[in-house]
Nanobody, 124 residues
Framework: QVQLVESGGGSVQAGGSLRLSCAAS????????MGWFRQAPGKEREFVATISWSAGSTNYADSVKGRFTISRDNTKNTVYLQMNSLKPEDTAVYYC?????????????????WGQGTQVTVSS
């Protein structure tokens, strides 16, 4: 059974940083792309960042480019999201997801498994 467990969320002031982690188990982690998505109150879940199986390819939502960095450590079965220069509009529940293939994707339907989410709150 695949399990994805996020951690690292919390409250921070605008301009601050947080690093989210997502520990995966149950499948060969290094074979699949990983992604981060977020859902703000009253809004639909949206794409944030994705990384291919080998970390050779990444992609970001325009709203986070230059501020967020996705990375992975296949020896630790963990994917990370480093978030810098945080803004109040980054406030959301952040979800990690494991892809159906090795290719990175910004589409939710290309992800088979999801974590339970971790809250990020950015105050002005």
């Amino acid at each position: 059974q695949v399990q994805l467990v996020e951690s690292g969320g919390g409250s921070v002031q605008a301009g601050g940083s947080l690093r989210l982690s997502c520990a995966a188990s149950g499948r060969t982690f290094s074979s699949y792309a990983m992604g981060w998505f977020r859902q703000a109150p009253g809004k639909e879940r949206e794409f944030v960042a994705t990384i291919s199986w080998s970390a050779g390819s990444t992609n970001y939502a325009d709203s986070v480019k230059g501020r967020f960095t996705i990375s992975r450590d296949n020896t630790k079965n963990t994917v990370y999201l480093q978030m810098n220069s945080l803004k109040p509009e980054d406030t959301a529940v952040y979800y990690c997801a494991q892809g159906t293939t090795y290719r990175q994707s910004d589409r939710q339907y290309n992800y088979a498994y999801w974590g339970q989410g971790t809250q990020v709150t950015v105050s002005s």
